[in-house]
């Protein structure tokens, strides 16, 4: 397709359980973001890929969540024996040609 | 460490009125700014960006901003809101990472509210 594109758009989750996010970047992108936006707050940092190389996760906030993009397109974001503070939308962005990142639709995730 | 922030969590504007969005940032080099869109269940939208020359930049929809150095500001405005415009936005920096890219750092975000 012709942006970001992220699955489930929704994922309700009991606590204790494991998820897995995905994201499906633009075509081409090599870099990708990954981002988590609690209620009423901006979008914060969580983890980096450049094609298949994890470069950065210093955002993620614990050793719960990991990333992996293994054949340098698809990521997917997996958060294991989720919280209720896990409850937000997890948002994927690719950047195109001036830094410019492009943001998917994002996955809303409610852990009860 | 970088930051952005957004003293105006709401505002209110009445249809066809101008609009200002406040922005303050605090990085250490030279600054890569962004303002975002976000409407109800959709994912953010790019309305313009500054990296350098012309400290007024112009975006989609009729936006623009103007960057000063010396205020640390990026503020957003528009000249004639439309009922549309009612959405949160955001403004954001971009932090230099591994291989050149920039991952953003976003303020908290200002709920746009139009009245007709």
């Known amino acids: 397709g012709a942006g970001v594109s992220q699955s489930p758009r929704y994922k309700v989750a009991k606590r204790g359980q494991d998820v897995a996010l995905r994201c499906d970047p633009i075509s081409g992108h090599v870099s990708l973001f990954w981002y988590q936006q609690a209620l009423g707050q901006g979008p914060e940092f969580l983890t980096y890929f450049q094609n298949e190389a994890q470069l950065d996760k210093s955002g993620l906030p614990s050793d719960r969540f990991f990333a992996e993009r293994p054949e340098g397109s698809v990521s997917t974001l997996k958060i294991q024996r989720t919280q209720q503070e896990d409850s937000a939308v997890y948002l994927c962005?690719?950047?195109?040609?001036?830094?410019?990142?492009?943001f998917g639709p994002g996955t809303r995730l409610l852990v009860l | 460490a970088q930051s952005v922030t957004q003293p105006d969590i709401h505002i209110t504007v009445s249809e066809g009125a101008s609009l200002e969005l406040r922005c303050n940032y605090s990085y250490g080099a030279t600054p890569y700014l962004f303002w975002y869109v976000q409407s109800p269940g959709q994912g953010l939208q790019l309305l313009l960006k500054?990296?350098?020359?012309?400290?007024l930049v112009q975006g989609i929809k009729g936006f623009e901003a103007e960057f000063k150095r010396s205020q640390s500001s990026f503020n957003l405005r528009k000249p004639s809101v439309h009922w549309s415009d009612a959405a949160e936005y955001f403004c954001a920096v971009g932090v230099s990472m591994d291989m050149g890219r920039r991952a953003l750092t976003f303020g908290s975000g200002t709920r746009l509210q139009v009245q007709p």
């Open positions: 962005a690719t950047t195109g040609p001036q830094e410019t990142q492009y």
């Open positions: 500054y990296f350098s020359g012309d400290t």
